[in-house]
């Protein structure tokens, strides 16, 4: 039979048979335990992110089969090839990955596997829409909930107890990840189809050391800004959107144990935008918590994030803001500027010790 659910400001329409007889929604404790911190809005009846790499964890009982709810009404990209891809893993198993269209509503991701635990994540997003306008902006995936057999519910899954929180621009987000060394910038609209979130070493780097990642990466982004009209650094830390806050009572929550940002290949930084972006996350986390400033390994803004970083340590007396700096390296990339795979997997080898030595010295 068919049943409508309401959903504040927007309803949706699923087929329900025998096979997807409950509806679990996203302010469900266990699916709200599971969301990556910081880059999640929760909304009335659904959750959106346009942060490419939110993830979602969620571990099921009492079901064999998972569909995922979804709502495009607030998608409106120029090209189908711009819509975001969504990735899953069922179990730890093979990646699979799916891009919405216009007017989807259900999205299979398991259909016959028993009490799965399906890790789900933004894998692409194409960098050029708005990413911060509205409660819900105009680009962000929308979900509000998970269809399961009659019965199934959710339990809690295990997440890892420190969490990593990643600032970054177009390469920490993972976009042109997927593409050949030397192969070029994708096409405006194919930009989507070319990322991989988990390809990032913001990413390899939390997961390897034991953090659970969150991110704020955006196509373009740097200190003082970027495309896609998202702000800059130091009002992005407190706001999700243009309406919605990051913080609970002044902080993020929960506390990051590491900040790590790497900006700068956009553009030479004024003083003032990285000063300001680091006095302001400073006070959004806990005086322990490690601030790793990273010089982009091309080497640019190389001058002017040293100075600035300079400045705010002198003046702050931050005995947990580090700075480091891998050198020039040469990378396996898709432009010269984009890493793919091997290029990612290259900076994360490099930066792994001299991280680690930072977080346990």
């Keep these: 039979m068919t049943k409508i659910f309401f959903l504040t400001g927007w309803f949706l329409m699923a087929q329900v048979t025998n096979q997807y007889a409950t509806v679990i929604p996203v302010n469900d404790q266990n699916v709200r335990r599971g969301l990556s911190p910081y880059n999640w809005v929760c909304g009335d009846g659904y959750i959106c992110s346009s942060v490419n790499g939110a993830s979602i964890s969620v571990k ?94 959710t339990t809690k899954v295990k997440v890892p107890r420190k969490n990593w929180l990643t600032i970054g621009d ?34 390899l780097l939390a997961n390897h050391l034991g953090y659970r990642e969150s991110r704020l990466a955006f196509g373009g982004y740097d200190w003082g800004g970027g495309m896609a009209k998202v702000p800059t650094l130091s009002l992005l830390i407190d706001q999700a959107t243009s309406t919605v806050s990051r913080l609970e009572g002044g902080k ?75 050198g020039n390296l040469t990378l396996s990339s898709a432009d010269g500027q984009h890493p793919n795979l091997a290029g990612h997997e290259a900076i994360y080898l490099a930066a792994l010790p001299v991280v680690n030595n930072l977080l346990h010295h």
């Design 60 to 153: 099921f009982k009492g079901t064999t089969k998972v569909s995922l709810q979804v709502g495009t009404d607030k998608l409106a990209f120029r090209s189908p090839d711009r819509y975001p891809i969504i990735a899953w893993r069922v179990n730890g198993g093979d990646l699979q990955t799916h891009q919405l269209v216009q007017d989807e509503a259900s999205i299979i991701l398991s259909s016959n596997i028993a009490d799965p635990v399906i890790d789900l994540y933004i894998r692409g997003m194409s960098p050029f829409e708005d990413r911060f306008t509205g409660d819900v902006p105009p680009n962000a995936v929308k979900i509000s909930g998970f269809a399961v057999d009659e019965g199934g519910h």
């Design 170 to 203: 177009s390469i920490l987000s993972g976009d042109a990840a997927l593409l050949a060394d030397g192969q070029g910038r994708p096409a405006d609209d194919l930009w989507a189809a070319s990322d991989e979130a988990r390809a990032s070493y913001g990413y």
């Design 252 to 326: 993020l929550r929960p506390v990051p144990d590491v900040g790590f940002i790497n900006l700068g290949e956009n553009g030479s930084p004024a003083d003032r935008d990285v000063i300001d972006a680091l006095v302001n996350l400073r006070s959004r986390v806990a005086r322990a918590t490690e601030i790793i400033v990273m010089i982009p390994v091309s080497g640019r803004a190389r001058t002017e994030i040293s100075r600035a970083f300079a400045s705010y340590k002198k003046a702050s007396g931050d005995s947990h803001a580090n700075l480091i700096d891998l």
